[in-house]
T-cell receptor, first 114, second 112 residues
């Protein structure tokens, strides 16, 4: 069974541009969440989607947005990029079975803003 | 908001030695996850603990959850160079089972 797949793995953007990152969850998983990882702040929750609905959002500006499609694939978008948006963006998909939730992460997308 | 404190921040051990990493929460723990990360890569799921007193093992790694202390510990027996990496604990935040709050991580180096 394939794991969580994120594309692209690496990208470089210029300040002011926008970027879209893609995430394909593990087959059968309907919940997808996004995290930002930086050396200074560590791992921070961005948002989570379930059945195309955003259920929760972290403390990030409105420049960060996401969506989920009917096949559970998800995208996140960052508009008007700033240097501080340089980070590893991680997607996670989760399943709930036997009263227990299990959350699996992808390899991440490295974003560098110059 | 919930905060997780991991200790130690970094650890250097000789191959074959045992070690323990701790994760302490500022609030009640509902679900606690342990992950391993190689720098710049994704998080590898190790274990999820849910009930107080629960203990789980995966190969030479054992994790326990102490509900009263709001703490979890990760123990590695007979460490190997392959155990090297960053260990992260994450807790289900505010009872939401899909949002994790993470500790800052523990960097483990295993010298052969």
């Amino acid at each position: 069974k394939a794991g969580v797949t994120q594309t692209p793995r690496y990208l470089i953007k210029t300040r002011g541009q926008q970027v879209t990152l893609s995430c394909s969850p593990i087959s059968g998983h309907r919940s997808v969440s996004w995290y930002q990882q930086t050396p200074g702040q560590g791992l921070q929750f961005l948002f989570e989607y379930f059945s195309e609905t955003q259920r929760n959002k972290g403390n990030f500006p409105g420049r960060f947005s996401g969506r989920q499609f009917s096949n559970s694939r998800s995208e996140m978008n960052v508009s008007t990029l700033e240097l501080g948006d340089s980070a590893l963006y991680l997607c996670a998909s989760s399943s709930f079975a036997g009263g227990r939730n299990t959350i699996y992460f992808g390899e991440g997308s490295w974003l560098t803003v110059v | 908001s919930q905060e997780l404190e991991q200790s130690p921040q970094s650890l250097i051990v000789q191959e074959g030695k045992n070690l323990t990493i701790n994760c302490t929460s500022s609030k009640t723990l509902y679900g606690l996850y342990w992950y391993k990360q190689k720098y710049g890569e994704g998080l590898i799921f190790l274990m999820m603990l849910q009930k107080g007193g629960e203990e789980k093992s995966h190969e030479k790694i054992t994790a326990k959850l102490d509900e009263k202390k709001q703490q979890s510990s990760l123990h590695i027996t007979a460490s190997q160079p392959s155990h090297a990496g960053i260990y992260l604990c994450g807790a289900e935040s505010g009872g939401s089972n899909y949002k994790l709050t993470f500790g800052k991580g523990t960097l483990l180096t295993v010298n052969p």
